[in-house]
């Protein structure tokens, strides 16, 4: 496996959500970056360059679907998985974000660790394979 | 008739008052003008004739005018003033204030003088006066308040009913003590303060201090008090109306209830978001933990995730509960600032989520107050959530602590600023009333607000708002510091 193949951004304000997240996502081969507000994820989208990016929904500074608007403004294609312990998945937030394209997926907190391994693998079939 | 006999005989025909003179025989032998025009009677039909003849037979029998002409013939001695209605057909009714008066001449008692003055307005006066008397008395005795008088020191010269009721002590037991007395222990600095007022500016308006009745019961009472003047002004006396707010404060007691049950239901619905991050946290972990069993360093990582989330989920829920469980009651020594600071624990993760940031000002060396911290919670929870609701994009929430020194006293002041939507003008006059609420049915109660009003009051302060559309609204609490704590 080549370094910087697969890069994934997780933004949550919560410190050990991030690294729970992270730790899925290593478990997985995948090099791990943590953004704890917007801005920072702003920032390491275009230091990191990652190819998926798991989103809290509601930031301190930004909420998080304006936050995946933005990042699809700038970067059509990239794959944004939201996730949240505030809304569950037949929230209108949620449905519309859905809707817009904005997000691929939806997870809600406490989530187990096969929902995060399904978009993965439904994403990046070849990793699955190689591991 | 010589000049001076007519002179007499004018002032005697003149002098409003009836008198008809009677000679040993019973007979009348002197009727003066007023008592014919009075009983419009003509002389002819009095003078030579007897009492008998001349007053109507039910005067008669109940006035026994024959019969006290007789003994005052007899005995020598005036018969003093008695009051007669006369009746008699075809004149309006009136009341007289009549004397015998005896006449001595050389043979004794020669004459006997009947003096009849009519007082039927003066009668009529009186009538009126006790009427008002009455109905006063009965308005005092039927008052569901205490209705209490005193003397300008304070000792209890009447006591009505309602007031017997209440402290279970009948008016003659407490005439004559002072008003103090009847305080529970330790009110009755209070009362004095309030007696001493009166005496200085006339009135002291609603301040409470609990009495205790006959068989040891305190009870809440709202007092009035007001000064009694006489025409020169001089203090005459102390009245003063007392309410019982056992009932009141009952049900004050249960509006707080629902206000808070109101914050909770609020609180709940943050609060069960709140669980989810650390319940996602401890979740992940444990599901980590369970898929690497054989990497010591990487289960402790876990182990601590799992642990801090728990303890995390533990204070959230300890929070809901303390705000749940309370009920209020006394006044402790307490620190406003630590009080915001729960506060905002219990509300913080929520603001955050909907993108308030909370900037703190909060004096460091703020004294104690005597107060029910857990109230005061409630009050600044409900503060905080409206400032939240006015924020639905997300703001600023400013909170401050100050103490104000004023000239005799000091009192702390609590600033909760928010730059959200702001009051209308037409509501900020009634943000304070209980049921008023801007939230669509179902939504909001519309008593938080009423609640907080409640609860500043009691202890003793002030709570105020200034609002505009567009920019935000600020509260502002006054709480006094009072010496003794």
């Known amino acids: 496996m080549k370094e910087r193949e697969f890069v994934t951004l997780v933004v949550d304000d919560e410190v050990d959500m991030c690294w729970a997240l992270e730790r899925i996502l290593q478990g997985e081969g995948f090099e791990t970056h943590s953004a704890y507000n917007a801005e920072d994820a702003l920032n390491m989208l275009n230091k990191k360059a990652p190819q998926l990016v798991f989103l809290d929904v509601k930031l301190p500074d930004m909420d998080g679907i304006e936050l995946a608007r933005l990042i699809k403004t700038s970067n059509p294609a990239m794959p944004v998985i939201l996730i949240s312990g505030y809304y569950y998945n037949d929230d209108p937030t949620i449905q519309k974000g859905l809707e817009e394209g904005l997000s691929i997926g939806f997870i809600s907190k406490p989530f187990k660790i096969n929902e995060i391994r399904h978009y993965i693998h439904r994403l990046f079939p070849k990793k699955s394979l190689s591991k | ?485």
């Open chain 2, 1 to 485: 008739m010589s000049d001076i006999e007519k002179f007499f005989e004018q002032i005697i025909s003149h002098i409003p008052i009836s008198i008809l003179v009677f000679d040993s025989s019973l007979k009348v032998v002197y009727v003066n003008e007023n008592f014919l025009e009075k009983t419009r009677l003509k002389r002819g039909q009095v003078m030579g004739k007897q009492a008998e003849d001349i007053f109507p037979p039910v005067l008669l029998k109940y006035s026994q005018i024959p019969d006290l002409l007789r003994w005052t013939f007899r005995e020598g001695h005036a018969v003093p003033g008695r009051e007669m209605i006369y009746r008699s057909p075809g004149i309006p009714y009136r009341v007289y204030y009549y004397s015998l008066n005896p006449l001595k001449g050389e043979k004794g008692i020669e004459h006997v003088m009947l003096l009849m003055e009519d007082i039927t307005e003066q009668t009529r006066l009186r009538e009126e006066v006790r009427k008002t008397e009455r109905h006063l008395a009965s308005v005092v005795e039927s008052a569901n308040d205490i209705v209490v008088s005193m003397d300008p020191y304070g000792i209890i010269t009447t006591w009505n009913t309602a007031g017997e009721k209440i402290t279970e002590l009948s008016a003659q037991e407490l005439i004559g003590r002072h008003i103090t007395s009847l305080c529970a222990t330790g009110e009755d600095e209070n009362l004095r303060q309030a007696l001493i007022s009166t005496t200085e500016a006339g009135k002291v308006k609603n301040i409470e201090v609990k009495i205790k009745t006959k068989r040891g019961k305190e009870i809440p009472v709202a007092w009035n008090f007001s000064s009694m003047r006489d025409g020169g002004s001089k203090l005459v006396g102390l009245a003063a109306i007392g309410r019982d707010l056992t009932e009141t404060k009952q049900l004050q007691g249960q509006l707080i209830q629902s206000a808070k049950l109101a914050s909770l239901g609020v609180l709940a619905g943050g609060i069960a978001h709140e669980l989810r991050n650390p319940l996602g946290i401890t979740s992940a972990a444990a599901q980590l933990f369970l898929e690497r069993p054989d990497d010591p360093e990487f289960l402790k990582e876990c182990a601590q995730r799992i642990y801090t989330g728990i303890q995390r989920a533990s204070e959230i829920i300890e929070g809901l509960l303390k705000f749940a469980r309370h009920s209020p009651g006394q006044h402790e020594p307490t620190d406003i600032n630590k009080i915001l600071e729960e506060t905002l624990t219990l509300i913080g993760k929520q603001l955050t989520t909907q993108q308030i940031t909370v900037h703190r000002d909060l004096y460091p060396s703020l004294p104690l107050i005597k107060a029910d911290g857990k109230l005061l919670n409630q009050v600044f929870l409900n503060i905080i959530i409206n400032a939240s609701n006015a924020m639905p994009k997300g703001g600023h929430l400013w909170i401050k602590t100050e103490l104000e020194q004023r000239h005799m006293t000091a009192a702390l002041k609590i600033v909760v600023k928010d730059n959200g939507v702001g009051i209308p003008k037409e509501h900020i006059d009634k943000i304070f009333d209980p049921f008023f609420s801007t939230m669509p049915v179902g939504k909001g109660t519309g008593l938080g607000l009423s609640i907080c009003y409640g609860i500043v009051k009691e202890h003793g302060g002030e709570i105020k708002v200034e609002s505009t559309e567009g920019e935000g609204s600020t509260f502002t609490i006054l709480l006094p510091v009072t010496k003794r704590i």
